[in-house]
């Protein structure tokens, strides 16, 4: 077997980030009530009625499966862009900070340090505020004991983290270690940073519509109650079979919705911000490891 088969076999067989455990008991029952459906047909029980296909439309069920999945993976896609904007502007912020700024005393690289660590933190109090979690030893290392301390009673750690940066940007420019424009660049920035805390937010706080999901539920159990009176004439002993194949597809197309309409937290379809909080925190590692070519701060116009 060539590596693409069997990587697609182990791919078929995977039962991490499947929906099967979300669905199975919703497939058993119907196979079971499939099943109790073809045991009354073999007892000459007048239950085999073609004419209820006609209830629900398999065209109108199936639209409403496809118009469910799509809006949420709008929903996870709009995430994966928000977060990939953070990336991008936190690595173009830290660029900006760490070769415009001028260094004029000793301890202005140290400043320039934290400031760069605060973007990093920046990502991951985002990651924990949609998350809902509290704050954490994570942020510990990322900021003075002082900031930490004040961070864990703030509604909004995003937020706070966001303004110390920018206390950071409007103090350098103050001390004539950056010009105007330059400041205006790196607030830009910044100014994107809160947008995406923005947009992540808006996802997170607007679920779809409740009286959509009841109805698409209500829908699906229905459909797979009648299915079995439609078909049980034409496939007898295979009607709890086939039904549990049906309800198999249908309630994974359900669940696959509600997997991926919160793209924040942990599971297995979610997406990977663990791992976009790392990447940023090497990046800014390894920014730190360069020596910028920094100009004295009298060669910076002032407007």
């Known amino acids: 077997m060539s590596a693409v088969s069997l990587k697609w076999v182990n791919t078929t067989l995977q039962l991490k980030g499947s929906v099967i455990k979300a669905i199975y008991k919703n497939v058993l029952w119907c196979g079971i009530f499939g099943f109790f459906v073809s045991i009354l047909h073999h007892l000459d029980k007048p239950v085999s009625q073609p004419i209820l296909g006609s209830v629900i439309p398999s065209i109108v069920l199936g639209l409403l499966l496809v118009f469910r999945t799509n809006t949420a993976y709008e929903r996870f896609w709009e995430g994966r862009k928000c977060w990939g904007s953070i990336v991008n502007n936190v690595r173009n912020l830290a660029r900006q900070i760490w070769v415009s700024v001028d260094e004029t005393s000793p301890e202005d690289k140290n400043h320039k340090i934290a400031a760069l660590n605060l973007l990093v ?50 103090q350098q420019y103050n001390h004539h270690c950056i010009n105007s424009y330059q400041l205006t660049s790196m607030q830009e920035l910044l100014n994107n940073l809160v947008d995406n805390l923005g947009a992540c937010e808006r996802i997170l706080k607007t679920p779809m519509p409740l009286a959509y999901a009841i109805h698409l539920k209500q829908l699906l159990i229905l459909y797979c109650f009648l299915l079995p009176f439609q078909i049980v004439n034409s496939l007898g002993w295979w009607t709890g079979m086939i039904t549990a194949l049906v309800g198999f597809t249908l309630f994974g197309i359900e669940a696959i919705g509600l997997e991926i309409e919160n793209p924040f937290g942990y599971d297995a379809n979610d997406l990977p911000l663990d791992a976009i909080c790392k990447t940023m925190k090497h990046n800014i590692d390894d920014l730190m490891s360069l020596t910028p070519n920094t100009r004295s701060p009298q060669n910076h116009p002032t407007y």
């Open 121 to 170: 933190a920046f990502a991951v109090a985002t990651k924990i505020h949609l998350r809902g979690e509290p704050i954490n030893d994570e942020l510990e290392e990322l900021m003075s004991s002082s900031k930490y301390v004040k961070l864990k009673i703030m509604n909004n750690p995003p937020i706070e983290v966001a303004f110390w940066i920018g206390d950071y940007l409007q």
